[in-house]
Protein backbone atom coordinates (compact mmCIF):
# COMPACT_ATOMS: atom_id res chain seq x y z
CA UNK A 1 0.00 0.00 0.00
CA UNK A 2 2.77 2.56 1.12
CA UNK A 3 5.02 1.71 -2.31
CA UNK A 4 1.71 2.45 -4.19
CA UNK A 5 0.79 5.39 -2.67
CA UNK A 6 4.61 6.57 -3.11
CA UNK A 7 4.50 5.58 -7.08
CA UNK A 8 1.60 7.55 -7.40
CA UNK A 9 2.36 10.44 -5.34
CA UNK A 10 5.72 10.62 -7.15
CA UNK A 11 4.41 10.31 -10.55
CA UNK A 12 2.54 13.81 -12.21
CA UNK A 13 -0.15 13.35 -14.14
CA UNK A 14 0.53 11.38 -17.43
CA UNK A 15 1.00 13.30 -20.56
CA UNK A 16 0.60 9.80 -22.28
CA UNK A 17 -0.93 7.02 -20.80
CA UNK A 18 0.56 4.15 -18.88
CA UNK A 19 1.51 1.05 -20.91
CA UNK A 20 -1.50 -1.55 -20.31
CA UNK A 21 -0.85 -4.18 -17.36
CA UNK A 22 -1.25 -4.53 -13.85
CA UNK A 23 1.15 -3.63 -11.12
CA UNK A 24 -0.75 -6.75 -9.35
CA UNK A 25 -0.39 -7.11 -4.98
CA UNK A 26 1.94 -4.52 -3.83
CA UNK A 27 5.46 -5.73 -3.07
CA UNK A 28 4.84 -8.77 -4.66
CA UNK A 29 3.58 -8.11 -8.12
CA UNK A 30 4.66 -10.78 -10.28
CA UNK A 31 7.82 -11.41 -8.77
CA UNK A 32 7.00 -15.17 -7.82
CA UNK A 33 5.52 -15.75 -11.05
CA UNK A 34 7.98 -14.95 -13.07
CA UNK A 35 10.45 -16.27 -10.43
CA UNK A 36 8.51 -19.91 -10.74
CA UNK A 37 8.73 -19.83 -13.90
CA UNK A 38 12.38 -18.95 -14.73
CA UNK A 39 13.04 -22.37 -12.24
CA UNK A 40 10.40 -24.03 -14.55
CA UNK A 41 12.31 -23.09 -17.79
CA UNK A 42 8.73 -21.61 -18.76
CA UNK A 43 10.03 -17.93 -18.46
CA UNK A 44 9.99 -17.37 -22.26
CA UNK A 45 6.10 -18.88 -22.40
CA UNK A 46 5.57 -16.73 -19.25
CA UNK A 47 6.90 -13.15 -21.02
CA UNK A 48 5.58 -14.14 -24.14
CA UNK A 49 1.55 -14.75 -22.51
CA UNK A 50 2.05 -10.99 -21.47
CA UNK A 51 3.09 -9.63 -25.08
CA UNK A 52 0.10 -11.91 -26.59
CA UNK A 53 -2.43 -9.86 -23.88
CA UNK A 54 -1.26 -6.35 -23.56
CA UNK A 55 1.64 -5.73 -26.70
CA UNK A 56 5.48 -5.75 -26.67
CA UNK A 57 4.85 -3.10 -23.79
CA UNK A 58 3.36 -3.43 -20.73
CA UNK A 59 3.35 -3.02 -16.79
CA UNK A 60 4.08 -4.62 -14.35
CA UNK A 61 5.57 -4.65 -10.65
CA UNK A 62 9.30 -7.08 -9.90
CA UNK A 63 10.98 -7.16 -6.58
CA UNK A 64 8.92 -4.33 -5.49
CA UNK A 65 8.87 -1.66 -8.02
CA UNK A 66 6.66 -0.65 -10.56
CA UNK A 67 8.25 -1.77 -13.92
CA UNK A 68 7.44 -1.45 -17.74
CA UNK A 69 8.21 -4.87 -19.65
CA UNK A 70 9.62 -4.33 -23.27
CA UNK A 71 10.53 -6.76 -26.26
CA UNK A 72 10.88 -5.99 -29.82
CA UNK A 73 14.01 -4.00 -32.00
CA UNK A 74 12.35 -0.76 -31.47
CA UNK A 75 11.58 -0.85 -27.99
CA UNK A 76 14.88 -2.64 -27.27
CA UNK A 77 16.86 0.15 -29.35
CA UNK A 78 15.01 2.95 -26.57
CA UNK A 79 16.13 0.76 -23.74
CA UNK A 80 19.57 0.59 -25.23
CA UNK A 81 20.16 4.47 -26.43
CA UNK A 82 17.89 6.36 -23.92
CA UNK A 83 20.27 8.64 -22.13
CA UNK A 84 17.32 8.82 -19.44
CA UNK A 85 17.34 5.22 -18.73
CA UNK A 86 20.37 4.15 -16.32
CA UNK A 87 21.22 0.59 -15.34
CA UNK A 88 19.65 -0.87 -12.25
CA UNK A 89 21.53 -3.97 -10.58
CA UNK A 90 20.32 -5.80 -7.26
CA UNK A 91 21.39 -3.89 -4.42
CA UNK A 92 23.83 -7.41 -3.42
CA UNK A 93 25.03 -7.13 -6.86
CA UNK A 94 26.63 -3.23 -5.74
CA UNK A 95 27.69 -4.55 -2.27
CA UNK A 96 29.31 -7.92 -3.35
CA UNK A 97 31.35 -6.23 -6.55
CA UNK A 98 32.00 -2.76 -5.52
CA UNK A 99 30.03 0.54 -6.26
CA UNK A 100 32.92 1.53 -8.58
CA UNK A 101 31.89 -1.56 -10.81
CA UNK A 102 30.85 -0.34 -14.61
CA UNK A 103 27.52 -1.83 -14.11
CA UNK A 104 26.85 1.04 -11.86
CA UNK A 105 28.44 4.10 -13.49
CA UNK A 106 26.53 6.53 -15.46
CA UNK A 107 27.53 9.17 -17.41
CA UNK A 108 31.59 10.44 -17.63
CA UNK A 109 32.26 7.74 -15.22
CA UNK A 110 31.23 5.02 -17.29
CA UNK A 111 32.81 6.78 -20.24
CA UNK A 112 36.09 6.67 -18.60
CA UNK A 113 36.00 3.52 -17.07
CA UNK A 114 34.46 1.54 -19.59
CA UNK A 115 36.61 3.04 -22.36
CA UNK A 116 39.72 1.76 -20.49
CA UNK A 117 37.94 -1.57 -20.24
CA UNK A 118 38.12 -1.19 -24.47
CA UNK A 119 40.88 -0.30 -25.21
CA UNK A 120 42.56 -3.68 -23.73
CA UNK A 121 39.48 -5.92 -25.11
CA UNK A 122 39.39 -4.26 -28.82
CA UNK A 123 40.30 -6.75 -31.51
CA UNK A 124 44.17 -5.84 -32.11
CA UNK A 125 44.85 -6.07 -28.48
CA UNK A 126 43.09 -9.69 -28.08
CA UNK A 127 45.14 -10.98 -31.35
CA UNK A 128 48.40 -11.23 -29.04
CA UNK A 129 46.31 -13.01 -26.64
CA UNK A 130 44.62 -15.86 -28.96
CA UNK A 131 48.00 -18.12 -27.91
CA UNK A 132 47.74 -17.58 -24.25
CA UNK A 133 43.91 -18.37 -25.02
CA UNK A 134 45.72 -21.93 -26.63
CA UNK A 135 47.46 -22.92 -24.16
CA UNK A 136 44.82 -22.92 -21.81
CA UNK A 137 42.16 -24.56 -23.90
CA UNK A 138 44.87 -27.29 -24.79
CA UNK A 139 46.20 -28.09 -21.25
CA UNK A 140 42.61 -27.69 -19.86
CA UNK A 141 41.00 -30.71 -21.92
CA UNK A 142 44.77 -32.47 -21.52
CA UNK A 143 44.39 -32.51 -18.03
CA UNK A 144 40.30 -33.02 -17.76
CA UNK A 145 39.20 -34.06 -20.66
CA UNK A 146 41.78 -36.47 -22.52
CA UNK A 147 41.62 -40.48 -21.00
CA UNK A 148 37.87 -39.93 -19.42
CA UNK A 149 35.27 -41.88 -20.63
CA UNK A 150 32.54 -39.31 -19.46
CA UNK A 151 32.67 -35.89 -18.21
CA UNK A 152 30.07 -33.45 -17.36
CA UNK A 153 30.39 -30.22 -19.04
CA UNK A 154 29.04 -27.42 -17.84
CA UNK A 155 31.62 -27.24 -14.16
CA UNK A 156 34.70 -27.79 -16.48
CA UNK A 157 33.49 -24.93 -19.22
CA UNK A 158 33.53 -22.52 -15.56
CA UNK A 159 37.01 -23.65 -14.77
CA UNK A 160 37.97 -23.02 -18.48
CA UNK A 161 36.61 -19.49 -18.82
CA UNK A 162 37.95 -18.52 -15.10
CA UNK A 163 41.13 -19.77 -15.81
CA UNK A 164 41.16 -18.18 -19.34
CA UNK A 165 39.99 -14.75 -17.73
CA UNK A 166 42.74 -15.14 -14.63
CA UNK A 167 45.80 -15.44 -17.63
CA UNK A 168 44.27 -12.92 -20.21
CA UNK A 169 42.73 -10.37 -17.79
CA UNK A 170 44.74 -10.78 -14.57
CA UNK A 171 47.73 -12.36 -15.88
CA UNK A 172 47.90 -15.14 -13.05
CA UNK A 173 49.94 -18.08 -13.98
CA UNK A 174 48.52 -21.36 -12.72
CA UNK A 175 48.59 -22.18 -8.84
CA UNK A 176 49.08 -19.57 -6.29
CA UNK A 177 47.39 -16.71 -6.26
CA UNK A 178 44.81 -18.13 -9.27
CA UNK A 179 43.84 -21.22 -7.04
CA UNK A 180 43.15 -18.87 -4.36
CA UNK A 181 41.32 -16.33 -6.20
CA UNK A 182 39.35 -19.42 -7.73
CA UNK A 183 38.15 -20.63 -4.49
CA UNK A 184 37.19 -16.97 -2.84
CA UNK A 185 35.50 -16.58 -6.50
CA UNK A 186 33.18 -19.62 -6.20
CA UNK A 187 32.13 -18.79 -2.60
CA UNK A 188 31.26 -14.91 -2.89
CA UNK A 189 29.12 -16.32 -6.55
CA UNK A 190 26.60 -18.26 -4.20
CA UNK A 191 25.39 -14.91 -2.82
CA UNK A 192 25.39 -12.62 -5.06
CA UNK A 193 21.66 -12.86 -6.06
CA UNK A 194 20.87 -13.37 -2.61
CA UNK A 195 18.88 -11.08 -0.14
CA UNK A 196 21.12 -8.67 0.97
CA UNK A 197 20.77 -9.33 4.78
CA UNK A 198 24.37 -8.88 6.29
CA UNK A 199 23.38 -11.39 9.36
CA UNK A 200 25.36 -14.43 10.59
CA UNK A 201 24.96 -17.50 8.16
CA UNK A 202 23.14 -16.11 5.82
CA UNK A 203 24.14 -16.60 2.02
CA UNK A 204 25.04 -12.42 1.41
CA UNK A 205 27.50 -12.73 4.55
CA UNK A 206 29.62 -15.16 3.15
CA UNK A 207 29.49 -13.95 -0.19
CA UNK A 208 30.42 -10.59 1.29
CA UNK A 209 33.81 -12.37 3.40
CA UNK A 210 34.05 -13.90 -0.15
CA UNK A 211 34.62 -10.81 -1.76
CA UNK A 212 36.32 -9.23 0.98
CA UNK A 213 39.34 -12.12 0.17
CA UNK A 214 39.22 -11.39 -3.55
CA UNK A 215 39.82 -7.89 -3.01
CA UNK A 216 42.85 -8.44 -1.06
CA UNK A 217 44.33 -10.69 -3.54
CA UNK A 218 43.66 -8.69 -6.17
CA UNK A 219 45.06 -5.12 -4.26
CA UNK A 220 48.04 -7.32 -3.82
CA UNK A 221 48.29 -7.89 -7.51
CA UNK A 222 47.87 -4.77 -8.67
CA UNK A 223 50.69 -3.83 -6.55
CA UNK A 224 52.48 -5.90 -7.91
CA UNK A 225 51.66 -5.57 -11.38
CA UNK A 226 52.87 -2.05 -10.47
CA UNK A 227 56.05 -2.81 -9.02
CA UNK A 228 56.64 -4.83 -12.38
CA UNK A 229 56.01 -2.03 -14.94
CA UNK A 230 57.93 0.24 -13.02
CA UNK A 231 61.27 -1.61 -12.74
CA UNK A 232 60.74 -3.06 -16.73
CA UNK A 233 59.73 -5.74 -15.92
CA UNK A 234 56.62 -6.01 -17.56
CA UNK A 235 54.26 -4.23 -20.51
CA UNK A 236 51.05 -2.50 -20.06
CA UNK A 237 50.18 -5.12 -23.09
CA UNK A 238 50.50 -7.86 -21.18
CA UNK A 239 47.26 -8.41 -19.35
CA UNK A 240 43.93 -6.13 -18.05
CA UNK A 241 45.19 -4.88 -14.68
CA UNK A 242 48.45 -3.98 -15.79
CA UNK A 243 47.20 -2.20 -18.64
CA UNK A 244 44.71 0.08 -16.08
CA UNK A 245 47.76 0.50 -14.05
CA UNK A 246 49.35 2.21 -16.77
CA UNK A 247 46.68 4.40 -17.89
CA UNK A 248 46.83 8.09 -17.52
CA UNK A 249 44.72 11.02 -17.62
CA UNK A 250 45.52 12.57 -21.14
CA UNK A 251 48.55 14.56 -20.10
CA UNK A 252 51.06 11.39 -20.71
CA UNK A 253 53.37 9.14 -18.25
CA UNK A 254 53.40 11.78 -15.51
CA UNK A 255 49.65 12.39 -15.26
CA UNK A 256 47.01 10.98 -12.47
CA UNK A 257 46.04 7.64 -12.83
CA UNK A 258 43.14 7.20 -14.66
CA UNK A 259 41.91 4.75 -13.10
CA UNK A 260 41.79 4.72 -8.70
CA UNK A 261 42.65 1.18 -7.27
CA UNK A 262 39.37 0.69 -6.69
CA UNK A 263 37.77 1.21 -9.82
CA UNK A 264 40.85 -1.39 -11.06
CA UNK A 265 39.54 -4.21 -8.49
CA UNK A 266 35.98 -3.37 -8.98
CA UNK A 267 36.01 -3.63 -12.70
CA UNK A 268 38.19 -6.99 -12.79
CA UNK A 269 35.77 -8.08 -10.28
CA UNK A 270 33.06 -7.62 -12.52
CA UNK A 271 34.79 -8.39 -15.57
CA UNK A 272 35.19 -11.96 -13.84
CA UNK A 273 31.40 -12.28 -12.84
CA UNK A 274 30.26 -11.11 -16.61
CA UNK A 275 33.11 -12.97 -18.39
CA UNK A 276 33.16 -16.50 -17.26
CA UNK A 277 29.50 -18.27 -16.73
CA UNK A 278 27.97 -16.54 -19.60
CA UNK A 279 30.99 -17.78 -22.15
CA UNK A 280 30.81 -20.92 -19.96
CA UNK A 281 27.06 -21.23 -21.14
CA UNK A 282 27.37 -20.62 -24.56
CA UNK A 283 30.42 -23.29 -24.97
CA UNK A 284 27.74 -25.78 -23.18
CA UNK A 285 24.63 -25.43 -24.84
CA UNK A 286 26.86 -25.44 -28.02
CA UNK A 287 28.09 -28.96 -27.25
CA UNK A 288 24.65 -30.30 -26.14
CA UNK A 289 23.53 -28.95 -29.74
CA UNK A 290 26.13 -30.60 -31.60
CA UNK A 291 25.98 -33.61 -30.19
CA UNK A 292 22.31 -33.80 -31.63
CA UNK A 293 22.87 -32.73 -34.63
CA UNK A 294 25.53 -34.52 -36.98
CA UNK A 295 25.13 -33.02 -39.52
CA UNK A 296 26.13 -29.37 -38.74
CA UNK A 297 28.93 -31.28 -36.51
CA UNK A 298 30.47 -32.69 -39.51
CA UNK A 299 30.68 -29.28 -41.29
CA UNK A 300 32.35 -27.91 -38.59
CA UNK A 301 34.79 -30.88 -38.72
CA UNK A 302 35.99 -29.97 -42.13
CA UNK A 303 36.81 -26.48 -41.31
CA UNK A 304 38.25 -27.37 -38.20
CA UNK A 305 40.30 -30.02 -40.10
CA UNK A 306 41.15 -27.45 -43.07
CA UNK A 307 42.49 -25.28 -40.41
CA UNK A 308 44.15 -27.54 -37.86
CA UNK A 309 46.47 -29.57 -41.12
CA UNK A 310 48.59 -27.18 -40.85
CA UNK A 311 49.03 -27.70 -36.98
CA UNK A 312 50.81 -30.72 -37.02
CA UNK A 313 53.90 -29.59 -35.01
CA UNK A 314 51.43 -28.51 -31.96
CA UNK A 315 51.73 -24.64 -32.84
CA UNK A 316 49.12 -22.67 -31.54
CA UNK A 317 46.07 -21.39 -33.61
CA UNK A 318 46.62 -17.65 -34.83
CA UNK A 319 43.99 -14.52 -34.62
CA UNK A 320 43.87 -15.62 -38.46
CA UNK A 321 43.30 -18.99 -37.38
CA UNK A 322 40.13 -17.99 -35.79
CA UNK A 323 39.17 -15.41 -38.54
CA UNK A 324 38.31 -18.35 -40.99
CA UNK A 325 35.89 -20.14 -38.39
CA UNK A 326 32.95 -18.88 -39.80
CA UNK A 327 30.68 -21.54 -39.73
CA UNK A 328 31.70 -22.23 -36.05
CA UNK A 329 30.39 -18.83 -35.38
CA UNK A 330 27.49 -18.64 -36.77
CA UNK A 331 26.85 -22.20 -34.82
CA UNK A 332 27.46 -19.85 -31.67
CA UNK A 333 24.97 -17.05 -33.04
CA UNK A 334 22.44 -19.19 -33.18
CA UNK A 335 22.79 -20.76 -30.02
CA UNK A 336 23.04 -17.55 -28.01
CA UNK A 337 19.81 -16.77 -30.00
CA UNK A 338 18.07 -19.63 -29.27
CA UNK A 339 19.55 -19.71 -25.71
CA UNK A 340 21.14 -16.06 -24.25
CA UNK A 341 22.92 -16.99 -21.12
CA UNK A 342 22.12 -12.86 -19.83
CA UNK A 343 17.87 -13.90 -19.44
CA UNK A 344 17.48 -9.74 -19.27
CA UNK A 345 18.28 -7.14 -17.19
CA UNK A 346 16.99 -4.10 -15.46
CA UNK A 347 17.28 -0.07 -16.28
CA UNK A 348 15.92 2.78 -14.15
CA UNK A 349 14.12 5.89 -15.60
CA UNK A 350 16.46 9.20 -14.40
CA UNK A 351 13.21 11.03 -16.26
CA UNK A 352 10.05 10.01 -17.74
CA UNK A 353 11.09 8.00 -20.81
CA UNK A 354 8.57 8.05 -24.00
CA UNK A 355 8.38 4.82 -25.50
CA UNK A 356 5.98 3.17 -27.93
CA UNK A 357 3.58 6.21 -27.29
CA UNK A 358 3.44 5.29 -23.64
CA UNK A 359 5.03 7.03 -20.65
CA UNK A 360 7.58 5.65 -18.14
CA UNK A 361 7.61 7.63 -15.36
CA UNK A 362 10.64 8.20 -13.30
CA UNK A 363 11.86 6.15 -10.74
CA UNK A 364 10.16 2.70 -12.68
CA UNK A 365 11.93 0.21 -13.18
CA UNK A 366 12.42 -0.99 -16.91
CA UNK A 367 12.55 -4.78 -18.03
CA UNK A 368 14.40 -6.13 -21.13
CA UNK A 369 14.85 -9.47 -21.83
CA UNK A 370 16.78 -10.89 -25.45
CA UNK A 371 14.84 -14.21 -25.23
CA UNK A 372 11.53 -12.79 -26.99
CA UNK A 373 12.91 -10.83 -29.60
CA UNK A 374 14.58 -13.77 -30.63
CA UNK A 375 11.96 -15.83 -30.93
CA UNK A 376 9.48 -13.44 -32.74
CA UNK A 377 8.49 -15.57 -36.57
CA UNK A 378 8.02 -11.89 -37.52
CA UNK A 379 11.99 -11.85 -37.40
CA UNK A 380 12.94 -14.97 -37.09
CA UNK A 381 11.32 -17.36 -39.76
CA UNK A 382 10.49 -20.76 -37.95
CA UNK A 383 12.28 -19.97 -34.82
CA UNK A 384 12.61 -22.56 -32.74
CA UNK A 385 14.26 -24.08 -35.72
CA UNK A 386 18.66 -24.36 -35.36
CA UNK A 387 19.25 -22.45 -38.00
CA UNK A 388 23.43 -20.88 -37.91
CA UNK A 389 23.21 -19.95 -41.87
CA UNK A 390 20.50 -17.28 -40.69
CA UNK A 391 24.01 -15.49 -39.39
CA UNK A 392 25.37 -15.37 -43.24
CA UNK A 393 26.25 -12.32 -44.32
CA UNK A 394 26.65 -13.47 -47.87
CA UNK A 395 23.11 -15.51 -47.57
CA UNK A 396 20.16 -14.96 -49.57
CA UNK A 397 18.19 -13.56 -47.03
CA UNK A 398 18.14 -10.20 -45.90
CA UNK A 399 19.85 -9.86 -42.16
CA UNK A 400 17.51 -9.42 -39.22
CA UNK A 401 16.85 -5.74 -38.43
CA UNK A 402 18.93 -3.41 -36.03
CA UNK A 403 18.33 -4.65 -32.03
CA UNK A 404 17.11 -7.84 -33.01
CA UNK A 405 19.48 -10.15 -32.03
CA UNK A 406 20.78 -8.64 -28.71
CA UNK A 407 22.37 -10.91 -26.58
CA UNK A 408 24.89 -8.93 -26.04
CA UNK A 409 23.08 -6.19 -25.29
CA UNK A 410 23.51 -2.95 -27.50
CA UNK A 411 24.54 0.64 -27.74
CA UNK A 412 26.94 1.97 -25.46
CA UNK A 413 26.86 -0.42 -22.59
CA UNK A 414 26.76 -3.37 -25.36
CA UNK A 415 28.99 -6.19 -23.82
CA UNK A 416 32.70 -5.01 -24.06
CA UNK A 417 34.03 -8.46 -23.82
CA UNK A 418 32.20 -9.75 -27.02
CA UNK A 419 35.15 -10.39 -28.85
CA UNK A 420 37.14 -12.55 -26.15
CA UNK A 421 34.30 -14.66 -25.70
CA UNK A 422 33.96 -15.32 -29.75
CA UNK A 423 37.87 -15.67 -29.54
CA UNK A 424 37.74 -18.12 -26.40
CA UNK A 425 34.21 -19.74 -27.79
CA UNK A 426 36.25 -20.68 -31.05
CA UNK A 427 39.50 -21.59 -29.84
CA UNK A 428 37.63 -24.18 -27.53
CA UNK A 429 35.72 -25.68 -30.41
CA UNK A 430 38.61 -26.18 -32.58
CA UNK A 431 40.21 -28.40 -30.05
CA UNK A 432 37.31 -30.33 -28.98
CA UNK A 433 35.71 -31.32 -32.36
CA UNK A 434 39.12 -31.86 -33.87
CA UNK A 435 39.84 -34.27 -30.62
CA UNK A 436 36.90 -35.38 -29.06
CA UNK A 437 33.33 -36.95 -30.38
CA UNK A 438 30.76 -36.97 -27.36
CA UNK A 439 27.15 -38.40 -26.59
CA UNK A 440 24.63 -37.40 -24.44
CA UNK A 441 24.50 -39.43 -21.24
CA UNK A 442 21.55 -41.81 -21.25
CA UNK A 443 18.45 -40.52 -19.48
CA UNK A 444 18.96 -36.99 -19.96
CA UNK A 445 16.79 -34.85 -21.27
CA UNK A 446 18.15 -33.11 -24.21
CA UNK A 447 16.05 -29.86 -24.84
CA UNK A 448 15.38 -28.42 -20.82
CA UNK A 449 17.16 -26.61 -18.70
CA UNK A 450 17.03 -24.92 -15.65
CA UNK A 451 17.49 -20.85 -14.91
CA UNK A 452 20.30 -20.61 -12.12
CA UNK A 453 19.97 -17.66 -12.98
CA UNK A 454 21.62 -18.47 -16.26
CA UNK A 455 20.64 -21.52 -18.07
CA UNK A 456 21.62 -24.69 -17.04
CA UNK A 457 20.93 -28.25 -18.59
CA UNK A 458 20.00 -30.81 -16.38
CA UNK A 459 22.68 -32.24 -14.40
CA UNK A 460 25.30 -30.03 -15.81
CA UNK A 461 25.05 -32.27 -19.14
CA UNK A 462 27.37 -35.44 -18.51
CA UNK A 463 28.23 -36.75 -21.74
CA UNK A 464 30.35 -39.77 -22.79
CA UNK A 465 33.32 -39.30 -24.92
CA UNK A 466 35.55 -40.95 -27.98
CA UNK A 467 38.47 -39.84 -28.37
CA UNK A 468 38.91 -38.88 -32.19
CA UNK A 469 43.15 -37.84 -31.97
CA UNK A 470 45.25 -37.20 -29.16
CA UNK A 471 45.93 -33.87 -28.01
CA UNK A 472 49.74 -32.74 -29.08
CA UNK A 473 51.57 -30.84 -25.81
CA UNK A 474 51.45 -27.30 -25.90
CA UNK A 475 54.81 -26.57 -26.95
CA UNK A 476 57.42 -25.33 -23.82
CA UNK A 477 54.93 -27.60 -20.86
CA UNK A 478 56.95 -30.09 -20.07
C1 LIG B 1 28.84 -15.33 -24.36
C2 LIG B 1 29.38 -14.49 -23.50
C3 LIG B 1 28.75 -13.19 -23.03
C4 LIG B 1 27.44 -12.76 -23.09
C5 LIG B 1 26.24 -13.48 -23.71
C6 LIG B 1 27.40 -11.44 -22.48
C7 LIG B 1 26.25 -10.66 -22.39
C8 LIG B 1 26.24 -9.36 -21.93
C9 LIG B 1 25.09 -8.48 -21.97
C10 LIG B 1 23.70 -8.86 -22.49
C11 LIG B 1 25.46 -7.28 -21.46
C12 LIG B 1 24.62 -6.01 -21.39
C13 LIG B 1 23.73 -5.96 -20.17
C14 LIG B 1 22.83 -4.74 -20.18
O1 LIG B 1 22.81 -3.93 -21.13
O2 LIG B 1 22.11 -4.59 -19.20
C15 LIG B 1 26.86 -7.40 -21.05
C16 LIG B 1 27.58 -6.40 -20.42
C17 LIG B 1 28.86 -6.58 -19.94
N1 LIG B 1 29.70 -7.67 -20.16
FE1 LIG B 1 29.24 -9.33 -21.19
N2 LIG B 1 28.66 -11.12 -22.04
C18 LIG B 1 29.51 -12.15 -22.36
C19 LIG B 1 30.88 -12.21 -22.12
C20 LIG B 1 31.61 -11.26 -21.43
C21 LIG B 1 33.02 -11.34 -21.17
C22 LIG B 1 33.97 -12.45 -21.64
C23 LIG B 1 33.35 -10.24 -20.41
C24 LIG B 1 34.73 -9.95 -19.87
C25 LIG B 1 35.39 -8.93 -20.05
C26 LIG B 1 32.12 -9.45 -20.24
C27 LIG B 1 32.03 -8.26 -19.53
C28 LIG B 1 30.90 -7.44 -19.53
C29 LIG B 1 30.85 -6.14 -18.84
C30 LIG B 1 31.99 -5.52 -18.03
C31 LIG B 1 29.57 -5.60 -19.12
C32 LIG B 1 29.02 -4.25 -18.63
C33 LIG B 1 29.25 -3.18 -19.70
C34 LIG B 1 28.71 -1.80 -19.37
O3 LIG B 1 27.82 -1.66 -18.52
O4 LIG B 1 29.18 -0.85 -20.02
N3 LIG B 1 31.10 -10.11 -20.88
N4 LIG B 1 27.31 -8.67 -21.36
Redesign the pocket.
Known sequence: VYLAGRTRSASPSPRRGLPPGSLGLPLVGQSLGLLRAMRRNTAERWLQDRIDRYGPVSKLSLFGAPTVFVAGPAANKVV?LSEALA?KQPRSLATIIGRRN??ELVGDD?RRV?GA?MQF?RPDMLRRCVGKIDGEVRRHLADRWAGERAVTVLPLMKTLTFDI?ATI?FGLDRGGIREQLAAAFADMLEGIWSVPLDLPFTAFRRSLRASARARRLLAATVREKKASLEHGRSFPSDDLISYLVSLRHGDGDGGRPLLTEEEIID?SI??LT???D??A??MTFMIRHLANDPTTLAAMAQEHDEIGRSKDGGEALTWEDVARMKLTWRVAQET?RMV???FG?F?RALDDVDLDGYRIPRGWQVFWA?CVTHMDPAIYHEPIKFEPSRFDSQAAAPPPPPYSF?????G???????E??RV??LVTMHYLVRHFRWRLCRGEKDDTFVRDPLPSPANGLPVELDHVAPLLPVRGDS
Open positions: FPVLHRLLVLNVSAGHTSTLLPPVSRPVAFGGPRICPGMLAET
